[in-house]
C-alpha cells in the first residue's frame, strides 16, 4: 500500500509542473518592453506639452547687477567705532522732506579739498531698529535716536550734536 500512495503523489506533482517554452518566455519579455515604450512614450507626449504651453516661462537671464557697496553708511552700533574725526547723519525717517537737502549740502562739503568724512546711518534698517527710541540719548552705551541728528564724533566720543533740521542744515552749510 505504501507504494501505491507515493506513486498516486508522483503522478499529481507531474500533473501540476507547467511547461514552460522559449516562446511563452520571449512574449512576456515583449510585453514588459513594449509597456515600457508605452509608458515613456506617454511621459515623453506630456513633457512636450508642458514645454509647449509654458513657454512664456522660459529662462532668462536676468542682466547682471553691479554690485554697489556704500562705504558712507554704516550701521548705527558702528557710530563711535571709527578712527579719527568725523561726521555722521542718522536718519530716522526715509520720507524726511529735508533728506535730500542733507545730502546735497554734504555733497557739496565733500566736493571741498580737505573736509572731514560723512558717514549716513539709517535707522529704519531692521539692524539698526534698537537705536530707535523716544528720546534722543547720546550716552555712548545706550544711544537712541527719535528725529534725523547730525553728530560730530571724534576719537570715539560726541563732540557736537544737532538734532533740529534746520541746525544740521546750518551747520553742514557752514563747514
Known amino acids: ?72 553708511t554704516i550701521l548705527a ?10 561726521y555722521v547723519l542718522v536718519n530716522t525717517d526715509s520720507k524726511n522732506p529735508w533728506l535730500e537737502t542733507y545730502v546735497k549740502a554734504i555733497e557739496d562739503y565733500k566736493s571741498k579739498d580737505e573736509h572731514l568724512k560723512f558717514y549716513k546711518v539709517d535707522l529704519e534698517d531692521a539692524l ?3 537705536y530707535v527710541g523716544e528720546e534722543n540719548n547720546l550716552e555712548k552705551d545706550n544711544l537712541k535716536f527719535t528725529k534725523t541728528t547730525l553728530l560730530k564724533i571724534k576719537d570715539g566720543n560726541i563732540v557736537e ?9 546750518s551747520h553742514i552749510t557752514s563747514l
Not at 500533473?15 to 511563452?24: A, F, K, L
Open 1 to 72: 500500500m505504501a507504494k501505491g500512495k507515493n506513486y498516486k503523489n508522483a503522478k499529481n506533482v507531474k500533473n501540476n509542473v507547467e511547461v514552460v517554452s522559449t516562446s511563452d518566455e520571449m512574449k512576456k519579455l515583449g510585453k514588459i518592453v513594449v509597456s515600457l515604450f508605452i509608458i515613456i512614450g506617454i511621459f515623453y507626449i506630456i513633457a512636450v506639452y508642458v514645454s509647449k504651453n509654458t513657454g512664456n516661462l522660459k529662462f532668462v537671464p536676468s542682466k547682471s547687477v553691479e554690485s554697489n557697496i556704500s562705504y558712507e
Open 77 to 86: 552700533s558702528d557710530i563711535l567705532s571709527k578712527d579719527g574725526e568725523y
Open 128 to 130: 539698526n531698529k534698537r
Open 161 to 169: 550734536n544737532y538734532s533740529d533740521s534746520i541746525e544740521i542744515y
